[in-house]
């Protein structure tokens, strides 16, 4: 590797292309040296952007290509697999966007790769771990600032779904954030899923089912509830208050700045995760691609992604048969032991 890590951007969507744009000004250290999308006229128009970058419809050929060090997948979440093989075959660093596998078998398979390279490549975009506010609860429940943690009350809003979305895709695409970040702040696994529905919004198509009331149990014994709701209309709202023993802890009101004029007060609500998140995805990848240079991984690994998708299954199938369901994981191998480097 030269100086300056030779990134493979694999999917050049909505998160492949602003991936692609924060790799050229905001995170220093790296370039992108080839992009990959199986529609050949999205890719060409990002490679366009790119001194000396080649677009690829095949994310093989991407990964192969000459003077790539490492890959950030940004196709959608049914292709990553495949991706992420390819790049260990190379032993390249992977920066994999969630969820690593829509299912715990796709991220065990992923974990064997890792296991006969005896370390760990994947990280996998969590990006939450890297937000500011996320990162102050964390440290004040970990330094027992509220004391042992209860419950985690936490709404995940999102102004409009795309076509594509499916009410799978509430638990195995949405959701799955605050599966991560539970799982992160508590320092605890998740151990069953109960999904409550309401009638339906009016404002989204029946089948969709939106929104949703997830109940998270932890093996620590706290509970976690998720309001899910994907057509809000009004804007981008993921707020999380933590209850602990002695206090409780709120982020994510959003209030950068309140406007008081003419006998009334209000604020802007953000419209969308690239600009709530903004930050968070810039110190992902700037940490990311720091770790990566040295053949490492910086946050959530394969086994975050694994654990993850676990609990998406317990709550498809919570989801479906209207009951409790436990989460089962494997054991949790020594290579992805806490705290490991
Ligand atoms: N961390 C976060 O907050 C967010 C993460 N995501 C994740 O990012 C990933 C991409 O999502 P979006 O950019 O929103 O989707 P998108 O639909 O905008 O882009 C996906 C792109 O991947 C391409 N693609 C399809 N199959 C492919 C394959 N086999 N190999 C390579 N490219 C392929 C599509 O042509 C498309 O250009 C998903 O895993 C999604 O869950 C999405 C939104 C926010
Ligand atoms: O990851 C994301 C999307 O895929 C998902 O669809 C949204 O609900 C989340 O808010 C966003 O962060």
């Known amino acids: 590797m030269s100086g300056t890590l030779g990134i493979a951007v694999i999917g050049t969507g909505r998160m492949g292309s602003d991936h692609v744009r ?3 000004t905001t995170v220093g250290g790296a370039r992108v040296v080839a992009v990959a999308d199986p529609d050949g006229d999205r890719v060409k128009e990002v490679a366009a952007g790119l001194e000396g970058a080649g677009a690829y419809t ?26 992420v093989l390819q790049a260990l075959e190379r032993r390249l660093p992977v920066l994999c966007e969630k ?37 102050r609860l964390k440290e004040l429940l970990d330094a027992g600032g509220i004391g042992r943690p209860l419950f985690l009350h936490c709404r995940h809003r999102n102004a409009s779904s795309p ?7 509430l638990i195995s695409d949405s959701v799955v954030h605050e599966v ?21 919004t009016s404002a989204a198509p029946q089948a969709l089912g939106d929104p949703r009331f997830v109940l998270l149990e932890t093996s620590g014994g706290a509970i976690v509830d998720v309001e899910i709701f994907v057509n809000c209309g009004f804007g981008y709202q993921v707020r999380c208050e933590a209850v602990g023993e002695s206090g409780t802890a709120r982020i994510g009101d959003g209030h950068a700045m309140v406007v008081e004029s003419g006998g009334r007060w209000g604020g802007e609500v953000v419209q969308d995760y690239t600009t709530r998140f903004a930050d968070a995805y810039d110190r992902q990848v700037r940490r990311w691609v720091a770790a990566a240079a040295r053949g490492r991984v910086a946050g959530p690994d394969a086994w975050d992604g694994y654990a993850a998708a676990a609990v998406s299954r317990a709550g498809l199938a919570a989801a479906r048969d209207g009951v409790r369901t436990e989460v089962r ?13």
Do not use: C, K, N
């Open 22 to 24: 924060r790799i050229g």
């Open 58 to 83: 095949d994310p093989g050929a991407a990964i192969a290509a000459p003077g790539v060090d490492a890959v950030l997948i940004a196709s959608p979440g049914p292709a990553h697999e495949e991706a």
């Open 329 to 341: 994981l494997v054991e949790r191998p020594e290579l992805y032991a806490a705290g490991r480097d």
């Open 180 to 200: 991560d970040a539970a799982r992160w702040l508590l320092g605890q696994e998740v151990t069953a899923v109960t999904v409550l529905a309401p009638t339906p």
């Open 163 to 169: 076509a594509f979305f499916t009410g799978d895709m």
């Open 99 to 135: 969820p690593l596998t829509p299912d715990p078998e796709g991220a065990l398979r992923i974990m064997e790769a890792e296991r006969r390279l005896g370390r760990r490549l994947v990280q996998v975009g969590f990006m939450r771990r890297f937000d500011a506010e996320y990162e």
